[in-house]
């Protein structure tokens, strides 16, 4: 009878401690669910042979995949370099946990996502190893960020440098002026000089003075860009500048079998905007799409120049039938220093300072290309 009370008395107390691991059971469950479907990180769980078993909505917003593509997967099949994931996944397995601070995943439009990744190994009550957990922070953007500032400092020390050789460079430019003008005097006052000897060194003379205006106009404008104005607007007429641009680069057309073709009529096409800031941009990406060009070797050359009336400004389409951009490059364009014409020919500044200069401008560049074809740099231009 009494060994019958203690059971029943066992019972209940059994009844009672389940029902309240169960009740723990609901809440842990539902902290869990609450953990996987709010947090923007990225939250996964694999068996332990990496297949994911639960995959949370930041990390379907974070790699674009839905749970059903990616359950039953091996979770290695979303980083970008899979062996080197599998040893982070192996080491958390041996030590219990591991980090790493910039781990790349591949989006599934195939964009590289930079995380900060944990992980930890999950163990059953035996103490032996069932699977992994990963958190991943999506830290692409502060990447970017990061890049971006450390583009601006260096950009910021380019422009000091720059202005300290622009300015040294005007004094001998100044002498040099000033020498061929004289020797022009004594040329054209000498007696004895035969004339077509005179005329000879005349020329020389006015090409000597021709290219040193040029430096003087170069070394100007690396004054104006660093200085950072702010841009002078006036009203303008962007088929002159456009038609400027070319008429500036015809020496280099000379020799080359580019065809420049202006696919616009005669009429002005007035903005408010400064020409200076605006020529700059349109040699450089003109520049680039008569070297795109001539590097294809292709034959018929050709570049055209159209615009357009669009939104409340204007659009500057530059096309070339270059060799187009190759995919690996195309997210590099506007990047400092990234080049890939030999040292003497690229510096790798043209993009990023055109990119700089139409923020200041309040425009846009873009482009788009299809390699094997061509390019299409578009640049937009606000009306005032
Ligand atoms: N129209 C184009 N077609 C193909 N590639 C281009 C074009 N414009 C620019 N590029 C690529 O972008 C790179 C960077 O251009 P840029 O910043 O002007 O520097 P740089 O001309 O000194 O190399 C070039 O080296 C080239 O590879
Ligand atoms: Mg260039």
Redesign the pocket.
């Known amino acids: 009878m009494e060994s019958n009370n203690d059971l029943a008395a066992e019972l209940k107390k059994v009844t009672r401690e389940l029902a309240s691991y169960k009740i723990e059971l609901h809440q842990t469950r539902g902290y869990l669910h609450c953990i996987l479907q709010n947090s923007r990180d990225m939250i996964f769980a694999t068996d332990v042979t990496g297949i994911v078993v639960s995959f949370s909505k930041g990390a379907e917003k974070i790699l674009g995949y839905s749970l059903a593509e990616v359950i039953g997967r091996p979770i290695t099949d979303f980083a970008e370099d899979p062996s080197a994931f599998e040893q982070v996944m192996n080491s958390c397995q041996t030590d219990g946990c591991a980090v790493t601070l910039d781990f790349h995943f591949r989006h599934k439009d195939g964009s590289r996502v930079h995380c900060h990744a944990s992980l930890m190994s999950l163990t059953n009550r035996e103490g032996g190893v069932v699977g992994t957990v990963g958190v991943c922070t999506d830290i692409t953007q502060w990447k970017k960020l990061q890049d971006d500032l450390v583009q601006v400092d260096r950009l910021a020390e380019i422009g000091r440098i720059a202005a300290g050789v622009a300015h040294e460079m005007n004094n001998p430019l100044a002498v040099i002026s000033e020498a061929s003008g004289w020797a022009r005097e004594v040329v054209t006052d000498a007696a004895g000089l035969a004339d077509v000897d005179r005329k000879e060194l005349l020329d020389t003379l006015e090409k000597i003075d021709a290219q040193t205006r040029r430096c003087r106009h170069i070394t100007h404008r690396l004054l104006d860009f660093t200085r950072d104005s702010a841009p002078a607007k006036q009203a303008l007429d962007i088929h002159e500048l456009l038609r400027g641009t070319v008429e500036l680069l015809r020496p280099e057309l000379k020799h080359s079998p580019v065809k420049v073709e202006f696919g616009f009529s005669d009429d002005p096409l007035m903005v408010r905007s400064d020409p200076r800031l605006l020529e700059q941009v349109f040699v450089?990406?003109v520049?680039?799409?008569v070297?795109?060009?001539l590097?294809s070797g292709k034959p018929d050359g050709q570049i055209a120049i159209r615009t357009a009336r669009y939104d409340s400004g204007v659009q500057v389409d530059?096309e070339?039938n270059?060799?187009?951009?190759p995919k690996e490059?195309q997210d590099?364009?506007?990047?400092l220093f990234?080049?890939?014409?030999p040292p003497g020919?690229?510096?790798?500044?043209?993009?990023?300072?055109?990119r700089n200069l139409m923020e200041k401008l309040g425009g846009e560049i873009t482009?788009e290309?299809e390699p094997g074809q061509?390019?299409?740099?578009t640049l937009w231009i606000p009306g005032d």
Do not use: Q, R
Request: hydrophobic share 35%.
């Open positions: 450089n990406v520049t680039n799409a070297h795109a060009v590097e530059i070339d270059g060799g187009g951009i490059n590099k364009m506007f990047k990234f080049t890939t014409k020919k690229g510096t790798g500044l043209g993009l990023p300072i055109c482009f290309t061509g390019t299409t740099f």
